[in-house]
């Protein structure tokens, strides 16, 4: 039984394998429909528009990576000049004063902020100091 | 006169066609009538090509326009050799044009993936209970249409491989040359696009 089933199964396969066959078959042209899609009117024209402007389209892309290379080489003295300029600020520059130096001075309580005092502190103590000057 | 004319004729019939390789030489160097003349040689080549994988005129003519694009642009990549190395170098770009169109219009979903119509139903049942009817299926519009309607349901790569091994009758090894494939890759293809032609047709039976 199981295997007349597998047999029929087998058989049902050919026959579609078959079928699949003469469907790809079918998709054969004859020769009418291909001299008719090859010779079509304005197909080469077409081609040769497409090839054109594809041409130009990589011409301009070429252009404007020659005109952004041409930008860059005038970019670079600039960009080299305007660098040597800051390392030079960086390097002539005076260097911060360093608050120890300043502790018993009024400067070093603006230096509110390196000795970890808020605003209002600051403030508060400048007033006590107008105050006590005031008193004196 | 006559004579002169008759002469004239004769030595232009002597005069031999350039070769493939010879007109692709022209194109290169910017020759317009060279790349023409390959062209109108080989434009029935990649129609005949494109009607396996497409139905309708246009899409036929898209996929000439896109191959000789392709082809013109890859021509420095040519290196040519033997007699049928340019057909064969234009059918590599051709079919893996199609290919790709393939691929995007099952992307786009743009398969004709509706139900068969009762007519092709009835004659799919009838050639499958009349396995000894040859040839009358080929050429009528009703088969080529629900030929077309059944294969778009395969993916494109195994309907690529189908149609090489059973219509062009390609090997193995021809058809990993032609789509840069392994073997491998190709046997199992095509025994899976087997499996789901059966798979297709038995679902409409």
């Known amino acids: 039984m199981w295997r007349i089933r597998q047999n029929r199964c087998e058989v049902d396969q050919q026959k579609l394998d078959r079928l699949g066959e003469k469907l790809l078959e079918a998709l054969e042209v004859n020769d009418n429909d291909i001299k008719t899609a090859a010779t079509s009117p304005f197909l080469y024209r077409r081609i040769r528009v497409r090839i054109e402007s594809e041409e130009r389209r990589i011409t301009e892309d070429f252009g404007q990576w020659v005109a952004l290379l041409n930008q860059a080489r005038h970019a670079v003295p600039l960009m080299v000049m305007i660098a040597a300029i800051a390392s030079g600020l960086v390097w002539y520059t005076p260097k911060p004063i360093n608050p120890s130096s300043t502790q018993n001075s009024g400067i070093g309580v603006l230096n509110g902020e390196l000795t970890g005092l808020s605003s209002e502190d600051i403030m508060a103590s400048l007033i006590g100091w107008d105050e006590r000057k005031e008193q004196q | ?205």
């Open chain 2, 1 to 205: 006169m006559a004579d002169k004319r008759k002469s004239d004729a004769g030595r232009s019939a002597q005069v031999p066609e350039p070769s493939d390789d010879e007109l692709v030489t022209l194109a290169r160097s910017g020759n317009e009538g060279a790349f023409s003349k390959l062209y109108d040689r080989h434009c029935k080549f990649v129609a005949r090509l494109g009607y396996r994988f497409f139905m309708r005129r246009e899409q036929v003519e898209e996929i000439i326009q896109e191959s000789f694009i392709k082809a013109y642009f890859a021509l420095g990549d040519y290196q040519g050799g033997n007699e049928r190395s340019f057909v064969a170098w234009l059918g590599r770009i051709s079919l893996h044009t199609c290919y790709d169109e393939l691929r995007r219009q099952q992307r786009r979903s743009e398969r004709s993936l509706g139900e068969l119509t009762e007519d092709e139903a009835a004659y799919l049942h009838l050639q499958l209970r009349d396995s000894s009817t040859n040839g009358n299926i080929e050429g009528t519009a009703i088969s080529r249409d629900l030929a077309h309607k059944l294969l778009s349901r395969l993916k494109p790569e195994d309907r690529l491989i189908l149609t090489l091994l059973k219509l062009e009758d390609l090997s193995i090894a021809e058809i990993a040359g032609l789509t840069g494939w392994t073997e491998a890759k190709i046997k199992m293809r095509s025994h899976r696009a087997q499996h789901g032609l059966r798979k297709i047709l038995k679902k409409f039976l």
